[in-house]
């Protein structure tokens, strides 16, 4: 059924790996909590229930939550292995011309 | 004339009743795979030059870091070999990033970013084993590989043969085992339905840009928000379908309230960095033309099934489904601009099949993509699936069927190459029934053969599914079963197999924390993509799916009276339909007993109708053909509108 299956297998083991630990250092409970999705218990509000007919329109856009999306991660650890990379660059480049430079000087 | 997209499908697989032996890969995955591995060879035919010319050890390091990510450190020898790991460890975050959201430079860039940083700090010599152990350590890596893969073929031969001895008497169980097709008349959704579909209701009926009661995670991977409003849609569609098609009022409303909720920009927004990081195209992120199709197919089969359902086509005209990205920019798309893209890109891809995320090819996913336009072929006349089907279908088999005949879970478009997941053939039955029915019981009689060992007998007796480990929920990415037991009961109830259905209804139960309070059903070890799942599962029977699809609701309930509004929850709707004149409808009070009030349309104007059931009087249409009806709710409440004469 699920789309993106293997990104998400993968994703899975990252998790699994920390459930583990998580088992092990905090014992079952932390597990059975983790267990209990807290988005099921949400219900529609009394005021909110839509009577037949009633045209629902779009409410006010809201801040998005302060969270940390997988792609944001993804990235900032590509950013840095670039900016790292360039400064490897730059270093390499640098140390060519010096190395150039005692050359001569030994000649 | 249009062609059923099923007589095509016959025509393909009755030449092939078992499944076919075929090469392990296909003409164009084995040219990718080529492909790739000429690209690799030229990388470490590359990386030697520097070795055999002599230049500076930067140099030569940088080439050995060509072989394989992190391989220069090895070179530049002392500490820095500690940076090996940790450039693998990047690596494989960036296959992940690949994998998850197309950023296909991501690896890329890794791979480079390392050579090029070995390069720059190797000093006077590099390490002199490298150039052995290097490649040494490919060669062990590529040795491996080949066993394995050797290995899992030779098993997966060997479980071909096996599944096609078994065939012909399982396919027969299959036959056997089927319960007939329920008759309209029969369709009635039981009090416990009902308490399970408020669940989906609840969701489906807030405001646009309110989503409680949904899993925010992430907006590329699986608990993605527009996977969880396409199941929405779809158990509602299905509902409303076959129980109650002639129910508008709120089942419709929240319908259209879900496509709406799905146009939001937040949804579908992540196309605009999958389109950039994968397609490298920084100015038209429109979602519905290249690739996508874990947009286009599942929010096409979508739109379809409720367009299907209603009757309502709003969203065939022009313009209704826009993408809106901000004021100044819009992706102007409809139903039929969302088929016309599925089917263009199974046209312009070589592999027929074609990408999610950008080159990463989901066989699932292009099942949603073949059943949308085998839907929109029967609402609109057109041959779009009979078009593509026996082209997609070999596909299928040369480039996406493993050694053992079942379907892979993914492919890279771009190299080739296959990554291990496994993917069920209970998954895949269900889609392929909407269009190729005779290897859809091919598949669900696979899936029932693996399904039967598992089968236990719980404390009281009773059969039940018993799976190993702890499973794996893709809507929250926690460990739980529900998905899996919901896709069982699904396509056991799909195939009409009521026996397995009620072993895999009962672990859902029993192990996913089945909570019903308030007149709502839910499980609490489950995410809202695993929940809403479990409604859909337990409320379709033998081929409600396929007939979804292919036929829709009988004719007369789009010509006859409908109840047009009722308030959410205090009525419930079990069964709503017309046979031309009259209207049948079983109610139920969701909060409390007593009087309700109903809105009927579509009645002949003016005309009587005399009411039979709960609160028994007569009533007469206004002039629009509208009449309000007062009903006492008392449990179950069969109501009758029949024509007076």
Not at chain 1, 67 to 92: D, K
Not at chain 2, 254 to 274: F, V
Not at chain 2, 541 to 569: C, H, M, W
Request: aromatic share 10%.
């Amino acid at each position: 059924m699920p789309c993106c299956a293997f990104a998400a297998f993968l994703f899975s083991q990252l998790i699994l790996g920390v459930a583990a630990v998580r088992r092990i250092v905090l014992g079952a409970r932390a597990e059975s909590r983790s267990q209990t999705n807290a988005a099921v218990e949400w219900r529609l509000p009394e005021s909110g229930g839509a009577a037949a007919g009633s045209v629902i329109r779009p409410t006010s856009r809201r801040p998005r939550r302060l969270s940390v999306p997988i792609f944001a991660l993804a990235a900032l650890i590509e950013l840095a292995v670039l900016c790292g990379a360039i400064y490897g660059v730059r270093a390499h480049l640098g140390h060519t011309h010096h190395e150039s430079v005692d050359a001569t000087d030994t000649r | 004339m249009t062609t059923s997209s099923q007589e095509i499908a016959s025509t393909y697989d009755l030449a092939a009743p078992l499944i076919r032996k075929r090469r392990s890969a296909g003409p164009i995955t084995a040219a990718r795979q080529r492909r790739s591995a000429l690209i690799y060879a030229t990388l470490c035919f590359v990386g030697l030059l520097p070795l055999f010319t002599k230049m500076s050890a930067g140099a030569r390091a940088a080439g050995l870091g060509l072989w394989f990510p992190g391989a220069g450190f090895l070179a530049v020898g002392g500490w820095a070999v500690l940076l090996l790991p940790v450039t693998l460890v990047l690596f494989a975050l960036a296959l992940f990033a690949w994998f998850g959201a197309g950023m296909v430079v991501a690896p890329i860039i890794v791979w480079i970013a390392a050579a090029l940083g070995a390069g720059s700090m190797a000093r006077g010599e590099i390490a002199a084993a490298s150039p052995y152990v290097v490649p040494a350590l490919v060669a062990l890596a590529f040795a491996y590989v080949h066993r394995r893969t050797q290995r899992l073929k030779r098993v997966g031969l060997a479980k071909l043969d096996e599944r096609n001895r078994y065939l012909p008497s399982a396919i027969a169980e299959v036959v056997e085992r089927a319960t007939p097709v329920a008759s309209a008349a029969q369709r009635e959704l039981a009090a416990d339905d009902l308490a399970a579909l408020r669940y989906v209701l609840d969701r489906a009926l807030q405001p646009i840009g309110e989503l409680g009661g949904f899993d925010k995670i992430d907006q590329f991977q699986t608990a993605s928000l527009r996977y969880q409003l396409n199941h929405l849609g779809y158990t509602l569609a299905l509902a409303q379908c076959h129980y109650t098609p002639s129910f508008h009022g709120y089942l419709s409303q929240a319908q259209r309230n879900l496509i709406e909720q799905y146009l939001q920009k937040p949804i579908w927004d992540y196309w605009l960095y999958e389109s950039a990081w994968g397609h490298l195209n920084f100015t038209n992120p429109d979602p519905a033309s290249k690739d996508n199709i874990m947009l286009t197919g599942w929010f096409g089969l979508h739109v379809g099934m409720y367009t299907s359902a209603s009757g309502d086509r709003r969203y065939a005209d022009p313009g209704s489904l826009t993408f809106r990205l901000s004021r100044h920019r819009a992706f102007h798309h409809d139903l039929h601009s969302l088929e016309r893209s599925v089917l263009q890109n199974f046209q312009d891809s070589e592999f027929c099949l074609y990408p999610c995320e950008p080159n990463w090819v989901y066989p699932i996913c292009n099942h949603y993509g073949m059943t949308s336009l085998a839907l929109y072929d029967r609402l609109f006349e057109t041959s779009y699936a009979a078009f593509t089907l026996n082209r997609w279908l070999e596909s299928l088999d040369r480039e996406f069927t493993d050694d053992s005949g079942s379907v892979i879970g993914l492919r890279s478009a771009l190299t080739g190459i296959r990554f291990p997941f496994p993917a069920a053939e209970a998954g895949f039955a269900d889609f392929t029934n909407c269009f190729a029915p005779e290897r859809a019981r091919r598949m669900w009689a696979v899936a029932r053969h693996d399904i039967e060992p598992l089968l236990t007998k719980d404390d009281q007796g009773n059969a039940r599914v018993t799976l190993p480990g702890n499973g794996f929920d893709f809507g929250n990415y926690r460990q739980g079963w529900a998905g899996v037991y919901a896709t069982i009961l699904n396509a056991a109830h799909e195939f009409g197999d009521e026996e397995i259905a009620a072993a895999a209804q009962r672990s859902l139960d029993r192990d996913c924390g089945r909570r019903d309070d308030g007149g709502i059903v839910r499980y609490t070890k489950a995410s809202n993509l695993s929940n809403t799942f479990a409604v859909r599962a337990r409320i379709v029977r033998r081929d409600d799916f396929r007939n979804a699809v292919t036929q829709g609701p009988s004719a007369a309930v789009f010509t006859g009276p409908i109840l047009a509004e009722a308030k959410y929850p205090d009525v419930l709707v079990a069964r709503a339909r017309s046979h031309g004149d009259d209207l049948d409808l079983v109610l139920y009070p969701g909060a409390q007993s007593g009087p309700q009030t109903l809105r009927l349309e579509r009645l002949r104007p003016g005309a009587q109708y005399a009411l039979i059931g709960a609160g028994e009087g007569v009533c007469r249409a206004d002039e629009t053909g509208a009449a309000s009806i007062q009903v006492d709710l008392r449990g179950r409440t069969p109501v009758q509108i029949a024509l007076r004469d």
